[in-house]
């Protein structure tokens, strides 16, 4: 697929459910630029960075396991956004509001918010088999 050249660099905004999967062995990030052809810019919002932080410190013990490694790996991966929210909104609300505003895609394996991007048009990217990254994105990729 490859970048278009238009210098801008594609951002991937992460959910919580995706980075689990990096406590599972999974390396979502060179599935996803494989299936890209491209290194995007990984991006999370403060409420997903404040999710696993909880989930690593207060989650059942497997769950902490994955977070705390999650926790590790995304620092050398990601970029952690500054978002000012209310917090009496659901994370996945807040996931898809940053989506929309800054028009990027959303990697997720979260049925219910896939089911809530898909209804939006936001793209989405997920995992299939553990090892399979399917997506929406191809026709939004460059616009």
Known sequence: MGNSGRGKRLKILLDTNML????????????I??????????????????ELVKLASSGRPIVRKKAKLALKIIEDYCTIVEYQYDSSKPVDDLIIEFAETEKIPVATNDKELRKKLRKK???QIYLRDKNI???????????
């Open 121 to 123: 048009g936001i793209p």
């Open 133 to 143: 990254i399917e997506s929406d994105i191809n026709s939004y990729m460059l616009i």
């Open 33 to 50: 630029e494989e299936f890209l052809d491209t290194k995007p810019e990984y991006i999370i919002i403060k409420p997903v960075h404040d």
């Open 20 to 31: 689990l999967a990096l406590g599972e062995g999974i390396n979502i990030f060179n599935l």
